[in-house]
Nanobody, 118 residues
Framework: QVQLVESGGGLVQPGGSLRLSCAAS????????MSWYRQAPGKERELVAT????????KYADSVKGRFTISRDNAKNTVYLQMNSLEPEATAAYYC???????????WGQGIQVTVSS
């Protein structure tokens, strides 16, 4: 059974940091590119960051470049999103996603709330 379980969200003040984690199970983790998406109320879901299966390539939305870092630990089947210098505009539900690099298959986590507010 495929599972993606996000953790690490919560309330943080502007300028603060959070690290999201996504623990994966039920598939060959290293065969999947992993991504973080976010969706703010009333807005479409947007891609935040992506990392290739071997961790060698990463891509970021322009809005988070230089402040967010995506990483993965294939030994722990976990992907992370380190978020620094958070702004209120980062308030959203954050979703972990896995996309197979071999098959037309993708999986999604349930999402976790991040709120940036004073």
């Amino acid at each position: 059974q495929v599972q993606l379980v996000e953790s690490g969200g919560g309330l943080v003040q502007p300028g603060g940091s959070l690290r999201l984690s996504c623990a994966a199970s039920g598939f060959t983790f290293s065969d999947y590119a992993m991504s973080w998406y976010r969706q703010a109320p009333g807005k479409e879901r947007e891609l935040v960051a992506t990392i290739r299966g071997d961790g060698a390539v990463t891509k970021y939305a322009d809005s988070v470049k230089g402040r967010f870092t995506i990483s993965r630990d294939n030994a722990k089947n976990t992907v992370y999103l380190q978020m620094n210098s958070l702004e209120p505009e980062a308030t959203a539900a954050y979703y972990c996603s896995a996309r197979s690099m071999i098959l037309p298959t993708s999986h999604w986590g349930q999402g976790i709330q991040v709120t940036v507010s004073s």
